[in-house]
């Protein structure tokens, strides 16, 4: 909320399908996936979130909302639902438990050029990884917007887009770079015209 405050953007908490309805687009956070598909389920929120999404609401899945707006969960518990709408298989936790976080400069090419990018670091952006997904298996219309470039996981997609939904394994309001919410309000307004 605050990354995108600063950018300008009206900021609202959804909690209640009536709150929903306030709103033309949607983060939906880190977190821990199974805790927030019970809890959608609980505020009756799973269907309105899941019939925006399909009417074409600009949302913005981050970690556990990468895992939150992917069709299918390769490793998921038995009882775990998405809200769907990325032609993704993501693995929760792919990357390792909470003391394998880890940082990792990424080159994200659509968002080299935006006007928030952080004093000397315009080329590439610091990705923090929190007990991450990672996308497994994508459709013919996703379309990647980076990759783990080093180590074991080198390779591993870990931003994707796909229309107007937006998703990324790591967790890019803990950097202080906004360049990530700026591109997806510039998404916003567009869907918006």
Not at 17 to 40: C, F, H, N, Q, Y
Not at 70 to 81: C, F, G, K, S, V
Request: net charge negative.
């Amino acid at each position: 909320m605050h990354a995108l405050a600063a950018l300008g953007a009206n900021v609202i908490g959804v909690r209640r399908p009536r709150e929903l309805d306030d709103v033309d687009a949607l983060v939906i956070p880190g977190g821990e996936s199974t805790t927030m598909d019970k809890l959608v389920r609980a505020f009756d929120l799973q269907e309105p979130l899941r019939k925006r999404i399909a009417d074409a609401m600009p949302v913005y899945g981050s970690c556990a909302g990468m895992i939150m707006l992917a069709d299918r969960i390769a490793d998921a518990r038995p009882d775990q639902d998405t809200l769907g709408g990325l032609d993704i298989t993501v693995r929760r936790n792919a990357f390792g438990r909470q003391v394998d976080s880890f940082e990792e400069d990424l080159h994200i090419p659509r968002i080299a050029g935006q006007t928030s990018a952080p004093e000397g670091h315009p080329q590439t952006f610091k990705a923090v990884f929190i007990r991450a997904p990672w996308v497994e298996e994508m459709g013919a219309g996703i379309e990647v917007l980076a990759t783990v470039e080093t180590g074991p996981a080198r390779g591993r997609v870990v931003a994707i887009q796909q229309g107007n939904l937006l998703a990324t394994s790591f967790h890019p309001e803990v950097t202080g770079d906004h360049r990530i919410h700026e591109y997806f309000m510039q998404m916003v307004r567009t869907a918006l015209r």
